[in-house]
C-alpha cells in the first residue's frame, strides 16, 4: 500500500509540473453519472446474479486541462487532456450464487460508498485539436474515441449486518471465512482511506467546439480488499476489490 501510495504522489507531482509549463491553457467542466457493478468477496466471482444484483450508481464532476488551440502545440498536447475527477459510488451488496445457499451467507448483506479524487491522463488517438475544433458538420466527425488513465483516494465506507437473531454480533452467524484472523481479514467495518487506479475506454461526440457528450466503461481497481468490509480467510480470496461501470456524461468548455 504504502508503495501505491508512493507512485499516486509521484504521478500527480509530474501532472502538476507539467500543468504548469504550459502557456495557453483551455479549461473544461464537466458532469457524468452512471451504473456500476462492485466486484467484491459477495457472492461467487463469475457468476451473473452477482455481477448483476452487487450493483449501484455513480456520480461525479470531471475537469480538464489541455493546450491542443496552441498554434505551437506539440504531438502530446494535441492528443492528451489532463482529467481530475471527483467520485461518488453507492451499491448494495448480498452473497448471490448458487453455492452461497448457506443460511448465515443469505441472511448476511451490506453496502459500501466510496468518495474519491484520482487525477490522469486522457489520451485521443484522432487528436484533441482536429476533433473537438472541426468546423464539419458530419456525424463521424464530431466522434473521438479516448482512452484514460488515473490514480485516485478514496474515502470508503463499508457496512454489513445479518437479519439473524444477535445479528453479526453472534459469531455463529459469520460464515467460516469471514471469521477474522487477525486485523487485516474477516469482517472489518472500518472506514478507510484506499488508494485506486482509474481505467477508461470512452467515445465523445462533439456537439460544436466547446461542448461533447460523452459514453465510457470506467474500471476502477482498489488497493486494498475491504473496500466491502470482507476479506475472506484462505486461499479464495485472489483479488483486491474492484469495480466496473458505465458512465454517461457532458462537458463544456469554460475558458
Known sequence: MKSF????????????TSINAQGIQEHEFGLLSGYHQMRSDYGERGDASTRNGNSGFTFG???????????????????VKYRFDFLYLSSNL???????DDPRLEAMSGSFTSLGLSGGLEYYPLGIQEQGYN?????????????????GLNLVTPEATSSLEGGLANPQNIFPS???????NGIVLDNRIVGSLNLRLGLRFNFN?????????SWMLFGSDLVDGLSPVGPQNKYTD???????G???LIF
Do not use: C, M
Not at 474492484?242 to 454517461?248: F, S
Open 61 to 79: 464532476l470531471s475537469y480538464y486541462i489541455n493546450k491542443a488551440s496552441s498554434r505551437r502545440a506539440n504531438y502530446f498536447e494535441e492528443h
Open 250 to 252: 457532458f462537458s463544456t
Open 209 to 217: 467546439p466547446r461542448t461533447g457528450l460523452f459514453v465510457e466503461s
Open 242 to 248: 474492484w469495480t466496473w461501470g458505465i458512465n454517461l
Open 5 to 16: 501510495l508512493r507512485f499516486t504522489a509521484i504521478l500527480l507531482a509530474l501532472v502538476s
Open 94 to 100: 448480498e452473497h448471490y450464487g448458487q453455492y452461497a
Open 178 to 184: 469471514f471469521i477474522s484472523q487477525d486485523s487485516d
Open 135 to 151: 468546423r464539419s458538420y458530419t456525424f463521424i466527425s464530431k466522434l473521438s474515441p479516448y482512452g484514460g488513465i488515473a490514480v
